[in-house]
């Protein structure tokens, strides 16, 4: 492997970047600034047209960022497998998503894991991105590997660095975000935080895959966790009459032993909802149940039916209901600022409004339009016209604090915020109904 760790030193490596979604295009990007040619893999031939034209789909990655690397030769992209038997180092960014049953669902990557077992050769870094339980780098992918004949350690490496991308976030990006890794072999963790350490501020090296696949779990676990007890507090103090926000402002003025997490309609994106649940099946197969976890997981997941029967309550003080009424959803996206809808529970209280009769509109500029495959009835387009808007509708529901809004006084007969964020961007109308 000296010979690697010697093209790395001098940028002669060739990178490759499987999967070229949120974690990959920026991790591609930024193997290119760092001077390596870098080539991208997808089975998607829009995502690599798009690269290949030099533009970009991704909103944290400018289209004059990655013109700039394409111009200069140092970035491509492809949808054939073959290129790994040429590139020195691999990196699985696939999606691993969740099955019908709630279940891991690592099919993308062991189809990565296969190509590239298939083209692995002497010289040659492979490095799992992609958020997995403990024990995949070890279980999946290193016995695939090892039917080359090749020598793990000496031959070829292999390893485990959890991305921590954090799509619309402008201050924490992957080149100033500290980064994990495990590889099979102390060998093999040195190759790679050798690379890695070209392109982030600070790599923390782990003593194997397993751990460092399990810190991306308690990462997001932690999260889970506490938002799981903001909405436990926000469901006790709508029985008591108490406003959950100003409880937990209040608490936050405490500057040690406290750190506030807010209520919201529920989980979104590509790692929270999921992650958790990674974990929880992982302790299944060791006969242990994760149980707060679990409940956590339970109190998220029923967020979006409380948001309805909220919207319900709110309409009803109106003498409205949900069936007939024209509702309009502000913001679908999960966070603010980014055009990811996956997980969002914006779509779950669409879906459930909808099915209660509702007539249901909503507004995003982010997300110009909606179709079945994301949840919702029909396909929809994002309305324009906001705020004047607003008050065409019944109910208006705050999703999202991604739309800073000059509001009118009033809006509608009821206005839902579910993120009440909004309320510190001037949503000041008499008819707030908060979580």
């Not at 676990?221 to 506490?226: A, G, L, M």
Request: with cysteine; charged share 20%; hydrophobic share 40%.
């Amino acid at each position: 492997m000296t010979d690697l760790l010697s093209r790395i030193e001098k940028r002669d490596a060739h990178v490759c970047v499987i999967g070229l979604g949120y974690v990959g295009l920026p991790l591609a990007v930024a193997f290119a600034e760092a001077g390596f040619r870098v080539t991208g893999l997808d089975v998607d031939s829009s995502k690599v047209d798009a690269i290949n034209a030099a533009s970009s789909y991704i909103p944290d990655i400018t289209t004059e960022r990655v013109r700039e690397q394409v111009d200069a030769g140092r970035l491509d992209a492809t949808t054939d497998a073959e290129i790994l038997a040429k590139v020195d180092t691999a990196h699985i960014c696939v999606p691993t998503p969740l099955s019908k049953t709630r279940d891991p669902d690592i099919s993308y990557l062991v189809v990565a894991g296969e190509q590239a077992a298939a083209h692995v050769h002497a010289g040659m870094l492979i490095v799992l991105e992609s958020t997995t339980y403990p024990g995949t780098t070890e279980e999946v992918l290193a016995p695939r590997l090892a039917e080359s004949g090749l020598e793990l350690g000496k031959d070829y490496h292999l390893a485990f660095s959890p991305e921590r991308i954090d799509p619309g976030n402008p201050t924490f990006t992957l080149e100033n975000t500290p980064k994990v890794l495990g590889g099979m072999t102390p060998e093999c963790t040195r190759v790679a935080a050798a690379l890695y350490g070209t392109i982030v501020s600070e790599v923390h090296e782990m003593t194997s895959p397993a751990a460092a696949e399990l810190v991306k779990l308690l990462e997001n676990t932690f999260r889970s966790v506490n938002i799981g007890l903001a909405n436990e507090m926000a469901l006790m103090c709508d029985r008591m009459g108490i406003d959950t926000w100003e409880v937990i402002h209040a608490a936050a003025t405490k500057p040690f032993g406290f750190m506030p997490f807010f209520p919201g309609p529920g989980l979104g994106g590509h790692c929270i909802p999921v992650d958790p649940l990674y974990l929880t099946w992982k302790a299944r197969t060791l006969n242990y149940r994760a149980r707060l976890v679990e409940t956590a997981a339970e109190i998220n997941a029923g967020m979006p039916e409380y948001v309805v029967e909220k919207v319900a309550g709110a309409l009803n003080d109106h003498e409205k209901s949900v069936r007939g009424s024209r509702i309009l959803m502000v913001g679908v996206a999960y966070k603010r600022d980014i055009d990811d809808t996956r997980e969002s529970p914006a779509l779950d209280v669409m879906r459930l409004l909808q099915d209660r009769g509702a007539l249901v509109d909503y507004a995003d500029p982010w997300v110009p339009r909606l179709t079945p495959a994301q949840g919702v009835l029909a396909d929809q387009d994002s309305i324009e016209g906001l705020p004047e808007v607003c008050a065409e509708y019944d109910c208006v529901v705050v999703g999202t604090d991604h739309t800073d809004i000059d509001w009118p006084g009033v809006l509608a007969a009821a206005v839902l915020v579910v993120d009440t964020r909004n309320v510190a961007n001037g949503l000041t109308t008499p008819n707030v109904v908060r979580i």
